[in-house]
Every structure is written in structure tokens, then in C-alpha cells.
């Protein structure tokens, strides 16, 4: 069974970079999509962008600017870059993978989420 | 993009009644909307997609349904277990977005 577990520094100065890795264990990386998502202190989800395992990204236009996805298939290992914080950005970042349905003998692609990690806080504080 | 509002913020229940948890998209989504249930220290599980389908594992007493722009997460009897926050989001248009969850307590 595919698990996700996100890790990265918890807390990191404004105006500067924040970097989360995903490692993927028990699944393949390769063929499925992955998003990373993220929660501030009581407020609901937001979609941050997604990207194949082959490497093509789709990004929220919000964040499209500032965020940068990347899959490291040797390692079962994605990462997140997310540039010049604010303490808007801190939040409980998770990553997830989309659901991939096998329907006459191809895959096809449903971008809900059916794997979750189980998120990594950062706050961004000087 | 699409909005996604949930109803009511809060919603305070007995074990054993009956919740029902509303999503209302700002625009038609089809049938592409999924819940979430998401428990503090806990990863977010699936338990709906396509509106009405229910994820692997997920408990009969959970059910969804609607379509376009109205939607509900019904659970028929509560059990202990259920009290959680609950999303929903839609996947039906670029970029995907979620709802601002409705707290489920016990009452």
C-alpha cells in the first residue's frame, strides 16, 4: 500500500525559499499524478499545483510565479519549492496522489485525491 | 475558478443521528466532486469521488450525492469515529479547488 510522508524544515525567514520533499513508498511514482496541497491554521484546503511522474507540471495561477514541482524517480522522492515567503504561506503542507483508473485495459486520470500524507507545518517567522 | 461553499461551518450532532453536510459550486462541476475527512495528525482520507461513489473502504452509512451545483455528504448513523472536519472539492476545472470545510461535533 502506497504511503506519502512529507518532510522539510518546519521553519523558515521571510522572503526566502521553502523546500518540502514527499518520498513515496510502496507505489510506483512514475505513472501517477501528484499534488501538493496546503492548509492554513483553520481555513480550508488550497491546491498548489500538480506534476506527472514524468515530470510535466500544471500550477495553481495563484502560486505560478513563486512554486516549482519536481520528481526524483530514482529516489520515489518529490519536492516542492515555493519562493520568497510571506506569513501567508505558513501553513500544513501536504502532498497527494490523483487517482488513476484502469478502464478497458488503459489508464485514465481523475484528479481527486486518494493518497494523502500526513502534512508537514511550516511557518514562516524571522 | 470555482467556489466551493460548505454549510454549515459547524454542524453538532449525536452519535447515532443522522448529517448532512452540504457543498454548493459557484458553477457547474458535473459530477467531478470528491469529500474528505480529515481528522488533527491524521492524513486526509477519500471518501467520495464522482460525487456519489464511494472510496474503497469507506463505511455504507456514508453516502453522497448531487450534481452541477449542489451536493451533500450524508452519514446515517453517526458512530464516534465520524466527529471530523469534512471538504469537499471539485476536479471538474482547472485549477482544482476545495470548499472551506464544515466541522462535524458531537453534541
Known amino acids: 500500500q502506497v504511503q506519502l510522508q512529507e518532510s522539510g524544515p518546519g521553519l523558515v525567514k521571510p522572503s526566502e525559499t521553502l523546500s518540502l520533499t514527499c518520498t513515496v513508498s510502496?507505489?510506483?511514482?512514475?505513472?501517477?499524478?501528484w499534488s501538493w496541497i496546503r492548509q492554513p491554521a483553520g481555513k480550508g484546503l488550497e491546491w498548489m499545483g500538480r506534476?506527472?511522474?514524468?515530470?510535466?507540471?500544471n500550477y495553481s495561477p495563484s502560486l505560478k510565479s513563486r512554486v516549482t514541482m519536481s520528481v526524483d524517480t530514482s529516489k520515489n522522492l518529490l519536492s516542492l519549492k515555493l519562493t520568497s515567503v510571506t506569513a501567508a504561506d505558513t501553513a500544513l503542507y501536504y502532498c497527494a496522489r490523483e487517482a488513476r483508473i484502469l478502464e478497458g485495459g488503459l489508464y485514465s486520470y481523475s484528479h481527486y485525491m486518494d493518497v494523502w500524507g500526513k502534512g508537514a507545518a511550516v511557518t514562516v517567522s524571522s | 475558478e470555482i467556489v466551493l461553499t460548505q454549510s454549515p461551518a459547524t454542524l453538532s450532532v449525536s452519535p447515532g443521528e443522522r448529517a448532512a453536510l452540504s457543498c454548493r459550486a459557484s458553477?457547474?462541476?458535473?459530477?467531478?466532486l470528491a469529500w474528505y475527512q480529515q481528522k488533527p495528525g491524521q492524513a486526509p482520507r477519500l471518501l467520495i469521488y464522482?460525487?456519489?461513489t464511494r472510496a474503497t473502504t469507506i463505511p455504507a452509512r456514508f453516502s453522497g450525492s448531487g450534481s452541477g451545483t449542489e451536493f451533500t455528504l450524508t452519514i446515517s448513523s453517526l458512530q464516534s469515529e465520524d466527529f471530523a472536519v469534512y471538504s469537499c472539492?471539485?476536479?471538474?476545472?482547472?485549477?482544482?479547488?476545495f470548499g472551506q470545510g464544515t466541522r462535524l461535533e458531537i453534541k
Open positions: 506534476l506527472f511522474g514524468t515530470g510535466n507540471t
Open positions: 464522482g460525487a456519489s
Open positions: 458553477q457547474s462541476v458535473s459530477n467531478n
Open positions: 510502496g507505489g510506483s511514482i512514475s505513472t501517477y499524478y
Open positions: 472539492q471539485q476536479y471538474d476545472s482547472w485549477p482544482s479547488t
